[in-house]
C-alpha cells in the first residue's frame, strides 16, 4: 500500500545534540513537507520541497534543516540552535501545489531531556 | 495572507446528534479546501477534498460544501457516534501553493 512512513514514533533528545526525523513515502509524491504541531496551536510549516535538490523555508525554519536527494525522501534535523524543539511533528506529501490534497504521515514526537 | 479560522474550537454532544463544524478563510481565491481528521497522538488523516470548482463532497456520514465568495466551509456530520469523537482540522491552498490550517475543532461525543 503506498503512503508515508515516519520513523522514530518516539524520540528523546538532550541538550545540544542534533537529531534527525525520517520522513519516507512511495506515493511518487513529487512534494513532501515538514509541519511542526504545539498543543493548542495549528500546524506550523518547517520547510517545504516541490522538487528533488530543491526547498523552502517555511514559517518557522529556524533550528531545523533539511535534505531533499531523493524524491522518496525528506528527512528533518533539529539542530541544537532550535531551543524549544519538543514538539509533534508531521511531515507531508502531494502531487506539486498540493491540488490533489495531502496525505500525512503518523508523525514523530520529540522530547527534549 | 492567508487565516484559516474554526469555530467552535470544542464541542461536545450526545450521540446521534447530526453536527455542523465551521471552517472560514480569507482569502477566496483557493485551489483546494481539504479536511482531516486526528485522534490524540496521530497523524492527520483525509476525510474530504473539494476543489474550487466543486460545492460539495460527500463520504458516508460526512458532507462538506464549500462557499469560496464567502470564504466558509462547513463539515456535517450525521447520526454522529463516540467514534466519531477526535479533533477536526481543515486546510486551503491558495497563491503559496502551500497549505494553511485552521486551529481545530475538538470533538466529543458522548455516549
Known amino acids: 500500500d503506498g503512503g508515508i512512513t515516519q520513523s522514530p514514533k518516539y524520540l528523546f533528545r538532550k541538550e545540544g545534540q542534533n537529531v534527525t526525523l525520517s520522513c519516507e513515502q512511495n506515493l511518487n509524491h513529487d512534494a513532501m513537507y515538514w509541519y511542526r504541531q504545539d498543543p493548542g496551536q495549528g500546524l506550523r510549516l518547517i520547510y517545504y520541497?516541490?522538487?528533488?535538490?530543491?526547498?523552502q523555508k517555511g514559517d518557522i525554519a529556524e533550528g531545523y534543516s533539511v535534505s531533499r536527494e531523493k524524491k522518496e525522501s525528506f528527512p528533518l534535523t533539529v539542530t541544537s540552535a532550535q531551543k524549544n524543539p519538543t514538539a509533534f511533528y508531521l511531515c507531508?506529501?502531494?502531487?506539486?501545489?498540493?491540488?490533489?490534497?495531502?496525505?500525512f504521515g503518523s508523525g514523530t514526537r520529540l522530547t527534549v531531556v | 495572507k492567508q487565516e484559516v479560522t474554526q469555530i467552535p474550537a470544542a464541542l461536545s454532544v450526545p450521540e446521534g446528534e447530526n453536527l455542523v463544524l465551521n471552517c472560514s478563510f480569507t482569502d477566496s481565491a483557493i485551489y483546494n479546501l481539504q479536511w482531516f481528521r486526528q485522534d490524540p497522538g496521530k497523524g492527520l488523516t483525509s476525510l474530504l477534498l473539494?476543489?474550487?470548482?466543486?460545492r460539495e463532497q460527500t463520504s458516508g456520514r460526512l458532507n462538506a460544501s464549500l462557499d469560496k465568495s464567502s470564504g466558509r466551509s462547513t463539515l456535517y456530520i450525521a447520526a454522529s457516534q463516540p467514534g466519531d469523537s477526535a479533533t477536526y482540522l481543515c486546510a486551503v491552498v491558495s497563491g503559496t501553493y502551500k497549505y494553511i490550517f485552521g486551529t481545530g475543532t475538538r470533538l466529543k461525543v458522548l455516549a
Open positions: 520541497s516541490q522538487i528533488v535538490n530543491d526547498f
Open positions: 473539494i476543489q474550487s470548482s466543486q
Open positions: 507531508a506529501s502531494s502531487v506539486p501545489g498540493g491540488f490533489y490534497g495531502y496525505t
